[in-house]
């Protein structure tokens, strides 16, 4: 006669090399964070001169000015002053801003990765007057140069304007020249010299197109600022200091309307200084916005607030890959007790080799998943490799458990655990709630199916000779 192991042993044993699986699976999910960062690398390379995220500020009249300012100075060892003349900026944001946006989207490819890129055409009218009660700002009316007057316009990626920009004041076009930016976008974009006279308003039309990918982002500037954005994307996403006033999506498109006074943006129509970089926040661990840091942006002088529109994609291959790796031990452990309770209550014996191969297949199933996921979508490959695993490892339970009959059981046990990842991966607002009740019921069918075992004892087996 020879002695069995006890069932507390095969469990202790299952448990250990089910342990031992997490060192693949956190090879996968390393594998699936290299593998987003080619994305990411081939996406950067697919919009190389194209233009990047793209930031619009302006228009901002910019007009020169002089102040006297006292000077101290050594003269022999005295400290002496004198008055000097101090050249310096002032900035007027117009009493109101009209864009409009027709937001156009372009994918391009480069092997199997897709990058979403877009041309921003803009069209847009403002006006610009002194305000009233200007004499409070202390800055003399004849201290100001408006034969020096510059109107600027920011564009975070100058890279991406087109050629057919227009620029009208009052009726008459202006030559655009580059360069000299605002703070707001790091000294970038065009600018022209306006001939205003300082009494009446200052009409200004403009009209050009800008290139960018993943989103675009304006600030606004000004008493009223209105955006109203077009376009034939699905699947937009509204993130910044401002949300929409109104919005449609459908799958067809979207528009969206913004309003944002100077009230809300906490800025006067004049200003002695450029607020300086938004604190751009991403949208997207994988697809958003580029973003500056918080920190960065404020100890650079970043005041000034956003509304952004980025074009994302509705479902992130990498992002459901790598949430569905997270449910892997869950899979090892249910197939696991399944063969366990072979074991224990109808006697098929399963050995620590027929565990760790069972647990290779299951592991296999995310290197699958992963691999034709980048070249047919997430659920195609899903499909594929779900039906591949649950294939190889009930033909391999039939001879491990001694019966078709119980590699059914197997098969009925993947498909169930398959389905209910994908159902996870999709509803995931409810994905917390509906893993801690199938844990709940699998936990409560082991132990009424174990009731009546004898964890610690032994059992004596006949041994041929």
């Known amino acids: 006669m ?23 699976l956190m090879m996968i999910y390393a594998l699936v964070w290299d593998r987003q960062e080619q994305s990411n690398i081939a996406q950067n390379s697919i919009a190389a001169g194209w233009g990047g995220p793209q930031v619009i500020v302006g228009p901002v009249l910019v007009i020169p000015y002089t102040v ?84 600027r316009f920011g564009i975070s990626d100058a890279r991406g304007l087109q050629n057919d920009s227009k620029v009208f004041a009052n009726g008459v076009a202006l030559a655009l020249q580059p360069g000299k930016g605002l703070s707001a976008s790091n000294g970038s974009g065009f600018f ?54 109104k919005r449609t999506v459908k799958p067809s498109g979207f528009t969206s309307n913004h309003a944002v006074t100077n009230l809300a943006l906490g800025q006067s129509l004049v200003s002695t200084d450029d607020p300086g970089p938004p604190a751009l926040i991403a949208l997207n661990p994988y697809n958003g916005a580029e973003a500056v840091r918080e920190d960065v942006a404020i100890a650079n002088g970043g005041k000034s607030q956003t509304a952004t529109i980025g074009l994302i994609e509705p479902v992130d291959l990498y992002s459901q890959v790598d949430r569905s790796v997270k449910y892997g031990f869950l899979f090892i452990g249910f197939t696991f007790l399944a063969f366990l309770m072979f074991d224990l209550i109808a006697g098929a014996k399963v050995a620590a080799a027929e565990y760790l191969l069972t647990g290779a297949g299951l592991v296999l199933f995310f290197v699958l998943l992963l691999a034709f996921a980048e070249v047919v979508g997430f659920m195609w490959a899903y499909l594929v490799a779900a039906s591949a695993i649950t294939g190889l490892l009930t033909a391999y339970s039939a001879a491990v458990l001694k019966s078709w009959m119980r590699a059914r059981v197997i098969a009925g046990l993947l498909v169930g655990l398959y389905a209910t990842l994908y159902v996870l991966l999709n509803l995931e607002a409810y994905s917390l709630i509906i893993g801690s009740l199938l844990l709940f019921v699998a936990l409560a069918v082991v132990m009424w199916a174990t009731r009546a075992i004898d964890w610690v004892g032994s059992r004596e087996v006949s041994e041929r000779v």
């Open 192 to 245: 022209s010299f306006v001939d205003w006279d300082g009494i009446r308003p200052l009409d200004v039309k403009y009209d050009f197109a800008v290139r960018g990918n993943k989103s675009l982002t304006i600030l606004p500037r000004g008493g009223v600022t209105t955006w109203d954005v077009k376009s034939t994307w699905p699947n937009p996403s509204f993130a910044g200091d401002f949300l929409p006033t």
């Open 68 to 151: 006297n300012s006292v000077e101290t100075f050594d003269e022999n060892g005295v400290r002496k002053n004198r008055n000097v003349l101090v050249k310096k900026e002032l900035f007027l944001s117009p009493e109101s801003n009209a864009l409009k946006t027709q937001l156009k989207p372009e994918r391009k490819k480069k092997s199997i990765y897709e990058s979403v890129l877009f041309v921003a055409a803009n069209e847009g009218a403002a006006r610009f007057a002194f305000p009233a009660d200007f004499a409070q700002y202390g800055i003399p009316r004849e201290a100001l140069n408006l034969s020096g007057a510059e109107l």
């Open 2 to 24: 020879a002695t069995e192991r006890s069932p507390g042993w095969k469990l202790f044993l299952a448990g250990i090399i089910g342990i031992a699986l997490i060192i693949p």
